[in-house]
Structure formats: C-alpha cells, structure tokens
C-alpha cells in the first residue's frame, strides 16, 4: 500500500515549456486534489476532483489544467510554464474526511 | 471568504519547554479542523482532526488540540517537546464539513527545537 505517490519528485523547466505531473492513489479515494505550496504562503488549492471524469477549480487555477481520467490518477499539466510557478507541488486524495498527502514536486521555472 | 490565521511565523524552544501553536479561522457554521505537520524535507502529515464531540482531541506524537467556538480557535498544544518536533506546523479547515476540495490552510509556524 503505497498511498499517493507522485511522478517525478523535481523537475527544471525553462520558460515556456510545458510538462505533466502525476499522482497516483491506490486508497481507492473519490476526491483528490492539486496544492502548490510556496514559502509564508501555507499550501494553496490549485484544482481538485470529487471523482472519476469530474475536476473543479480551488484558489490558484490559473494556468494549470488538470484531468482525472482514471479514478486512481489525477494529473497537472503546465502549458507554457512560468517563473511565478517555481513551487512545491502536493498532491492529496481522501475519501470524504482526511486529505492523504504525497511527498511533493519540486518544480523550478527558469 | 474563510481563512486561516496562524499566530507564529516561527517558534523556537528547548527540549522539555511547552508548546502552543495558535490557529484562528473565520467561518460562523460547522467545521472540520486539523493540524498537519511537515518535517523538513517531507510531505504533510496529519497530526489530529476535529469533526465533533470533546473539543479536546489527542493526536499523534502527545500532541492535542482544542476547539473553543466561541474563540474560533484551534489551538495545538504539546506539554513538553523534543528535538525530534522540529518542523513546520499547519492549521486547516473545512467549512460545511467533508473534504470536498475547500480546506484551507494557514500560513504554517514553523517550530525549532534546540537540543
């Protein structure tokens, strides 16, 4: 039982350039969700999905996009990555109380 | 729009002193509250959680929480730390209940222990 696992754990971009994060859950959880966490900033909610084929907006949503074609996995994707999207990206899954939480992206955007 | 207030940017304390870590948040309905620790280098983990009952709850690690309403707050407590505590400390809420996409996070304290 891995829980969340995320793909891959640091990733250097230039600008411009697009790439896809993934994370996986094998807890068998309906919700899971996109965070980037940025220092004094706390985590904040990038996108999330309440379920197979579903995503909603959260806090941050602007360029990002997301898919949760699988209910195991849920993917971010940057089109044309910024400097201002340097971060640690989290991902979590829960099933309707706790969110579980991977070990993190580290993503730098040059 | 609801929000998260942590006290302390950063704490630092010796061994064996008493730690309270405050959280504050703004929603007047029903809430979930939880307290996420991050050690350096790893990903969250969640500490304790309030949904209902006794408004002090006991979590991992001899860490507790308590949930005053009438304070809005959340307070984490530990009565004696160790080294080993070092890490930063997140306070979240679920306004409504559930965990459907809208937890909000503090800005986090980050704790230091001295040996």
């Known amino acids: 039982n891995a829980g969340v696992t995320q793909t891959p754990k640091f990733r250097v971009l230039k600008t411009g350039q697009s790439m896809t994060l993934l994370c996986a859950q094998d807890?068998?959880?309906?919700?899971m969700y996109w965070y980037r966490q940025d220092p004094g900033m706390g985590l904040r909610l990038i996108h999330y999905?309440?379920?197979?084929?579903?995503?909603a907006k959260g806090e941050v949503p602007d360029g990002y996009n997301v898919s949760r074609l699988k209910k195991q996995n849920f993917l971010l994707g940057l089109e044309s990555a910024a400097p201002s999207q340097t971060s640690v990206y989290f991902c979590?899954?829960?099933?309707?109380?706790?969110?579980?939480f991977g070990p993190g992206t580290r993503l730098t955007v040059l | 729009a609801q929000s998260v207030s942590q006290h302390n940017h950063h704490v630092i304390l010796s061994e064996a002193a008493s730690l309270e870590l405050g959280c504050n948040y703004s929603?007047?309905?029903?809430?979930?509250l939880f307290w996420y620790v991050q050690y350096p280098g790893q990903h969250l983990q969640l500490l304790l959680k309030?949904?209902?009952?006794?408004?002090l709850v006991k979590g991992i690690k001899g860490f507790e929480a308590e949930f005053i309403k009438s304070k809005f707050s959340f307070n984490l407590r530990k009565p004696s730390v160790q080294w080993s505590d070092t890490a930063e400390y997140f306070c979240?809420?679920?306004?409504?209940?559930?965990?459907?996409?809208?937890?909000?996070f503090g800005k986090g304290t980050k704790l230091s222990v001295k040996p």
């Open positions: 979590a899954s829960s099933s309707w109380d706790t969110q579980y």
């Open positions: 807890m068998n959880h309906e919700y």
């Open positions: 999905s309440v379920g197979e084929g579903t995503t």
């Open positions: 929603y007047g309905g029903t809430v979930n």
């Open positions: 309030y949904f209902s009952g006794d408004p």
């Open positions: 979240a809420v679920n306004a409504g209940g559930g965990s459907q996409g809208n937890l909000i």
